[in-house]
């Protein structure tokens, strides 16, 4: 079945440490995204990208970076200049359909906790 | 400012009665919106989505919502709960001309009581 993987389920770090989240599909979607999750909050854009080597800040990307080098994999690193980081980060894909509007594909997230 | 509010928290039903979970949003061109279901440490899962046409969507699982213009709501609805449908929803947002940028709401917090 095609679907997002994200890995870790469940991610600790100490403060000050840069951390990966992976996130990997293979539902040959050309866009991808990661949101953060706060309790009371909703879902916050951090990044997303269109198309392979491009990408664009969401409304929250300070502090965080990502790469797209393959059409799979949408890596977000949390760096140490992230203010507040302990959060559940999802990442979801979409092929692209303007007019049609499809819906977001997402992974099952990665609770990170930073103490 | 584009926004999507869901002003209730929580809302509390008893199995086998009718649901609303309200939802109300402020754009400034065409709507497209969205209902998205998230069960306990999972990802969101969408549910149904208006785009045009018809002012009722009908969705997975039962659900179906009302896009009202006039009132600016799209109110998810179920004429019958089912405990199984308790999970947090997410009303969502995205402009016809930005394919991109998908504005989420608060979250409603549903609790079917057997």
């Known amino acids: 079945d095609g679907g997002i993987t994200q890995s870790p389920k469940y991610l600790f770090r100490k403060e000050g440490q840069n951390v990966t989240l992976s996130c990997e599909q293979n539902?040959?979607?050309?866009?991808m995204y990661w949101y953060r999750q706060d309790p009371g909050q909703g879902l916050r854009l951090i990044y997303y990208?269109?198309?392979?080597?491009?990408?664009q800040k969401g409304d929250i990307a300070e502090g965080y970076s990502v790469s797209r080098e393959k059409k799979e994999s949408f890596p977000l690193t949390v760096t140490s200049a992230q203010k507040n980081p302990t959060a559940f980060y999802l990442c979801?894909?979409?092929?692209?359909?303007?007019?049609?509007?499809?819906?977001?594909?997402f992974g099952n997230g990665t609770r990170l906790t930073v103490t | 400012a584009q926004s999507v509010a869901q002003p209730e928290d929580q809302v509390n039903v008893a199995e086998g009665n009718p649901l609303t979970v309200k939802c109300t949003y402020s754009?400034?061109?065409?709507?497209?919106l969205f209902w998205y279901v998230q069960y306990p440490n999972r990802g969101l899962q969408f549910l149904l989505k208006?785009?045009?046409?018809?002012?009722l969507v009908k969705g997975s699982y039962g659900f179906e919502a009302e896009f009202n213009k006039s009132q600016t709501s799209f109110h998810l609805k179920k004429p019958s709960a089912l405990v199984s449908d308790s999970a947090l929803y997410f009303c969502?947002?995205?402009?016809?001309?930005?394919?991109?940028?998908?504005?989420f709401g608060t979250g409603t917090r549903l609790q079917v009581f057997p």
């Open positions: 979801a894909s979409t092929r692209k359909g303007r007019d049609s509007r499809p819906p977001l594909h």
């Open positions: 969502a947002v995205s402009l016809s001309y930005n394919t991109d940028k998908l504005i």
């Open positions: 754009v400034s061109g065409n709507p497209y």
């Open positions: 539902l040959n979607h050309d866009a």
């Open positions: 208006y785009i045009t046409g018809d002012n």
């Open positions: 990208s269109q198309i392979v080597n491009d990408f």
